[in-house]
């Protein structure tokens, strides 16, 4: 079987600093950081970080096998794995479907992650 990488990103860390947001390499356009922050907004709903559904996210997809932080520091590696063992509710995920900030083919697998 051939290895696919697949690249996720999200503003999860930028919200509060707009201004200095980026997607893509590039300052991040109004739109996105407003698409952001509706995501953010269902995510709060749910009682969920944004954090743990930006990293869980790509686990939903039947090719990806690993997802992979850019940790720097222990700290950041802790806080990675408590935001992987954050359990997300189903409803999370087909929120976002319904409101149009995910495409329904993109929902993520709806088992709890195990860890």
């Not at 696919?4 to 509060?16: H, P, V």
């Not at 590696?77 to 995920?93: G, H, K, S, T, Y």
Request: net charge neutral.
């Amino acid at each position: 079987m051939r290895s696919r990488f697949y690249l996720a990103g999200a503003l999860a860390c930028a919200l509060a600093l707009a201004a200095t947001a980026t997607f893509d390499y590039r300052p991040a356009s109004l739109e996105i950081v407003a698409r952001a922050r509706q995501i953010d907004g269902v995510c709060r709903r749910h009682g969920v970080p944004l954090k743990a559904a930006a990293l869980q996210f790509p686990l939903g997809h039947p090719v990806v096998t690993s997802v992979l932080t850019g940790a720097r520091t222990v700290a950041e590696l802790q806080e990675n794995v408590a935001l992987f063992r954050q359990p997300i509710p189903a409803d999370l995920w087909h929120e976002l479907v319904e409101s149009g900030l995910l495409a329904a083919y993109h929902v993520p697998i709806e088992e709890p992650r195990q860890g």
